[in-house]
């Protein structure tokens, strides 16, 4: 074997063996992750622990050739690729001059994709929460998933960046709550202008259905947001059908009404969930703000609160 050739097997050999434990990975990683969570609002324990799973603690190819530490796939992609068999062979993969480039992008990609924006609606200390619910928005797979990233964070406590509890060797600064409008959420949607527009009642994007009824399940494609998401968002059934001139969110409704609209007064045929709509509050807030057993509909002249809870 000539020298040049020794030489490449020796790097090759190198290479292959060199990862991380989960322990050094999490050492040499930490100070990242609390960087994207105070930047972006992902919780760094979600962050380390698809980083861990995702690129086997550093040591898969998509780590080491493409510092590709999650398995981020090349979906309206225009930088650097690299290939790997995934669910089929020879998929298409982001890669990045360094690892930090991957870890900001996976914040980006969570934040700026309509699947995942309802994870933001949850605390930064909820890793269960967050877990379960990017393998219900199809980040993965594999049915055991979110199971898989909370054994990870609890074996390595890795929950107590969220909470500031330990600190990244790289970061001296205290974790505190993320400035979520740092990084605003991408409202675009990818919704074809000639199909929707997109409104705003308090601050909650929504679409008006035209022309002719839809299923949900058919305008969830449409919108590139899962069915459920859909259905959660607007108190419906995953099977319903919506209909023209029908208002459809498409982010969670507000916690409480604006300012300008302390209380309503029931009209004659008017639902909960038809105020609910109407001022983009979360039906079962409405509920719990008036002392009124879900699934109740008051009689019509009942003046309801939907910013603060009844004394």
Same mark, same amino acid.
């Given at each position: 074997?000539?020298?040049?050739?020794?030489?490449?097997?020796?790097?090759?050999?190198?290479?292959?063996?060199?990862?991380?434990?989960?322990?050094?990975?999490?050492?040499?990683?930490? =100070?990242?992750?609390?960087?994207?969570?105070?930047?972006?609002?992902?919780?760094?324990?979600?962050?380390?622990?698809?980083? #861990?799973?995702?690129?086997?603690?550093?040591?898969?190819?998509?780590?080491?050739?493409?510092?590709? =530490?999650?398995?981020?796939?090349?979906?309206?992609?225009? $930088? %650097?690729?690299?290939?790997?068999?995934?669910?089929?062979?020879?998929?298409? +993969?982001?890669?990045?001059?360094?690892?930090? @480039?991957?870890?900001?992008? =996976?914040?980006? +990609?969570?934040?700026?994709?309509? !699947?995942?924006?309802?994870? +933001?609606?949850?605390?930064?200390?909820?890793?269960? $929460?967050?877990?379960? $619910?990017?393998?219900?928005?199809?980040?993965?797979?594999?049915?055991?998933?979110?199971?898989?990233?909370?054994?990870? #964070?609890?074996?390595?406590?890795?929950?107590?960046?969220?909470?500031?509890?330990?600190?990244?060797?790289?970061? @001296?600064?205290?974790?505190?709550?993320?400035?979520?409008? *740092?990084?605003? #959420?991408?409202? *675009? +949607?990818? &919704?074809?202008?000639?199909?929707?527009?997109?409104?705003?009642?308090?601050?909650?994007?929504? &679409?008006?259905?035209? %022309?002719?009824?839809?299923?949900?399940?058919?305008?969830?494609?449409?919108? %590139?947001?899962?069915?459920?998401?859909?259905?959660?968002?607007? @108190?419906? %059934?995953?099977?319903?059908?919506?209909?023209?001139?029908?208002? &459809?969110?498409?982010?969670?409704?507000?916690?409480?009404? @604006?300012?300008? =609209?302390?209380?309503?007064?029931?009209? !004659?045929?008017?639902?909960? !969930?038809?105020?609910?709509? !109407?001022?983009?509050?979360?039906?079962?807030?409405?509920?719990?703000?008036?002392?009124?057993?879900?699934?109740?509909?008051?009689?019509?002249?009942?003046?309801?609160?939907?910013?603060?809870?009844?004394?």
């Amino acid at each position: 074997m000539k020298a040049g050739s020794i030489l490449f097997f020796l790097f090759l050999v190198v290479t292959a063996s060199a990862q991380y434990t989960p322990d050094e990975y999490i050492k040499k990683y930490s =100070h990242m992750a609390v960087k994207e969570m105070k930047r972006s609002g992902v919780p760094a324990s979600i962050t380390l622990s698809q980083g #861990i799973l995702e690129s086997a603690s550093g040591g898969s190819y998509l780590a080491k050739e493409g510092n590709n =530490h999650f398995g981020i796939k090349c979906h309206k992609w225009e $930088g %650097d690729k690299i290939y790997a068999d995934d669910d089929a062979k020879g998929e298409c +993969f982001r890669k990045y001059k360094s690892v930090e @480039d991957s870890y900001k992008d =996976h914040s980006d +990609f969570l934040r700026q994709n309509s !699947r995942y924006h309802f994870l +933001f609606e949850l605390e930064v200390t909820d890793y269960q $929460g967050w877990a379960k $619910g990017l393998k219900q928005a199809g980040y993965a797979t594999s049915p055991t998933y979110a199971e898989s990233l909370i054994k990870l #964070i609890e074996k390595y406590n890795l929950n107590e960046y969220d909470s500031g509890k330990a600190k990244p060797v790289e970061d @001296d600064k205290p974790t505190k709550r993320p400035n979520r409008n *740092n990084s605003p #959420i991408n409202d *675009n +949607f990818s &919704i074809n202008p000639y199909l929707y527009e997109v409104q705003t009642n308090n601050t909650v994007p929504y &679409i008006v259905i035209a %022309d002719t009824s839809i299923s949900l399940s058919n305008l969830s494609v449409q919108l %590139d947001l899962m069915n459920w998401q859909l259905a959660k968002y607007n @108190d419906l %059934d995953k099977n319903s059908v919506v209909v023209k001139g029908e208002q &459809i969110y498409i982010k969670p409704k507000r916690n409480k009404a @604006d300012k300008q =609209h302390e209380t309503h007064k029931i009209a !004659r045929g008017e639902t909960m !969930r038809d105020v609910s709509q !109407r001022y983009a509050v979360k039906l079962k807030k409405i509920y719990k703000y008036n002392n009124i057993q879900e699934g109740t509909e008051p009689e019509p002249g009942t003046v309801l609160n939907l910013r603060k809870k009844k004394k």
